[in-house]
């Protein structure tokens, strides 16, 4: 079996390493100059859907996977499929639940699921005043894509006002930030549930928590993310009931919108005093939690995103590996504002031979790498538990160089 998968991050490397750990055939486009040190990297401009048929036209998978959520939610999946191709990703219809937070809102509001109290704004005006009958206590959300950095978790009015202006005002988001949606300030232990779907049916993952904060104690501005850990520090709550309460209900209601999803469907949870709310939802995997989430998943991970690509997931079961998984972030300096970029990437020869790679912001060419992004390379560790992975993970992080190179100290801690 032969797969595409579109991307050019660590967790388009991770899902890479694992399809060919199940024998299949790995091409990544674009990829990136790490990632073409293990598989073939086809050039490919994610924003060109025309030039993504064509690749497959030429590259005949049998499955295309696509990683990052600005081309499903722009419509690739949809084109693939019109191309003949079997696509594990969501249509651009499926994947608003990502693209506009207003539109997941009113999904949950329709399907029951618990969510943080919210409104949405597009005047300043009323937004402030929103932001100032709650005391400053809220969430400052982009409507759209904001690779992660379109939320401002605020504690008082005035780092809400600020908010609210940059986006609203100063348009410093872009169209993305048009639209605002507000919310009530959470508090709780976030969680990361993702769920294989094939339009009716869903098989769940193992559970993951993320690190999206850029500093040690979680502060610093929100990030992409600078690491992961499978399974989270503290154990859930049963995880069946979760799903059944968070992810079944979406899955539901977008088939009976008539935009079945396929793919992963991610739910960001907190679990609360009062049960667990839903944050977020992703369309796709989530990033940097596909770097340890493949290290646990147990039985045919590819097998299982066909069928899914397919509508045929009913009746495939994936099980949890024993044992942990971490993974820390090796970022430029700079990130998550500009990074600097274009210094050699040294090290990973040595950081590879304690625990496995999986790079993202890498250029360059494949025997000389340099930085080319904020993100460079999520460092893997897997064992028996999580402080065995932990300390993996750290060896092999402290092994990378490059000037400026910083990473959170905290990871699975
Ligand atoms: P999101 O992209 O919506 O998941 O938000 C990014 C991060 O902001 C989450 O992982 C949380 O750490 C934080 N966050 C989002 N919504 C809330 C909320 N309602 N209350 C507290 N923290 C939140
Ligand atoms: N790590 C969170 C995300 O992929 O959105």
Known sequence: MKALVIGSGAREHALGERLRQERWRVACAPGNAGIARRFPCLPLRLDDPAAAVALARAEEPDLVVVGPEAPLVAGLADRLAAGGFAVFGPTAAAARIEGSKAFAKEVMAEAGVPTAAHATFDQPDAARAHARSLGGRVVVKADGLAGGKGVAVCANVEEAEAAIDAALVRGELGEAGRRLVLEERLEGRELSLMALCDGRSYVLLPPCQDYKRALDGDRGPNTGGMGAVSPPLVSPAPLGPLAEATIAPVVARLADLGTPFRGTLYAGLML????????????????????????????????????????????????????????????????????????????????EAVAPLRFAGVGGAPERPVTAGGRVVTVVGHGPDLPAAVALAYRAAALVSFPGARFRGDIGR
Do not use: H, K
């Open 272 to 351: 609360t005093a009062a049960g667990p709310r839903v944050l977020e939802y992703n369309c796709r995997f989530g990033d940097p939690e596909t770097q340890v989430l493949v290290e646990r998943i147990d039985g045919f991970l590819g097998e299982a995103m066909l069928a899914a690509a397919r509508g045929s997931l009913a009746g495939s079961r994936l099980g949890a590996r024993p044992g942990a998984a971490a993974g820390v972030v090796v970022c430029a300096r700079g990130y998550p504002g500009a990074p600097r970029l274009g210094d050699p990437l040294l090290g990973i020869d040595a950081a």
